[in-house]
């Protein structure tokens, strides 16, 4: 029996030797790992590394993208807003301006009544009337609104609406003659172009 064990030791000890580097046993039945393959192993590791850390650049990346997006996203937003909002101000009286007109438009008419001397009574609605549209035209032009009431000026359709043509040797071609209503303006942005009479050289006139 004890022959039998001594037989199994010697050959467990000549299956196993030391190894060169390490003097650690390496068992000849199992793999022997050796420098190349250590080599290869660190090199599939450091492919993986450099594979692993662009794939975090590239996440990086793309939350900076979404960063940046989201920023000029909320930064437009806010833009938006605040534009709205002064747009909101400045026209908010629009409709209310351009209903007051045809009441400027009437106190204008009345102005030009020819009224007696003598009547005072009428006399002095006149001047209440004048009063009135004075403080209205201050008040609208307040709140940004321009009177279009030029003569002598080029024509314009952005702001002018011809009513008429007249020949005319003494006023240059396509000029305003004569304003027979009065536009208005509202912080850049036409509420009512102007009805006027517009000039035209008397040879072109046929033309």
Do not use: C
Not at 25 to 44: L, M, V
Not at 99 to 117: G, H, T
Not at 166 to 185: R, T
């Amino acid at each position: 029996m004890k022959n039998t064990e001594l037989d199994e030791n010697d050959n467990n000890i000549k299956n196993t030797e030391l190894d060169e580097n390490d003097n650690l046993p390496i068992d000849r039945h199992k793999k022997k790992y050796t420098i190349e393959y250590f080599k290869e192993k660190n090199d599939i590791l450091k492919i993986k590394i450099f594979e692993l850390q662009n794939k975090i650049k590239k996440i990086k990346q793309k939350i900076w993208d979404v960063k940046l997006r989201s920023q000029s996203e909320i930064e437009n937003i806010k833009r938006r807003s605040s534009l709205d909002i002064e747009n909101a101000y400045k026209f908010s009286l629009e409709k209310f301006i351009y209903e007051l007109l045809p009441v400027i438009d009437n106190l204008e008419r009345s102005l030009e009544l020819k009224i007696q001397k003598e009547d005072s009574f009428k006399i002095s609605i006149i001047e209440g009337i004048k009063l009135t549209l004075q403080l209205l035209k201050m008040l609208i032009k307040k709140f940004g609104v321009t009177i279009i009431n030029e003569i002598n000026v080029p024509f314009d359709p952005s702001k002018h609406q011809a009513m008429s043509i007249i020949k005319s040797d003494k006023i240059k071609e396509n000029y305003i003659i004569e304003v027979l209503q009065k536009g208005y303006i509202l912080n850049g942005r036409l509420l009512r172009p102007a009805m006027v009479i517009v000039s035209k050289i008397k040879e072109n006139l046929n033309n």
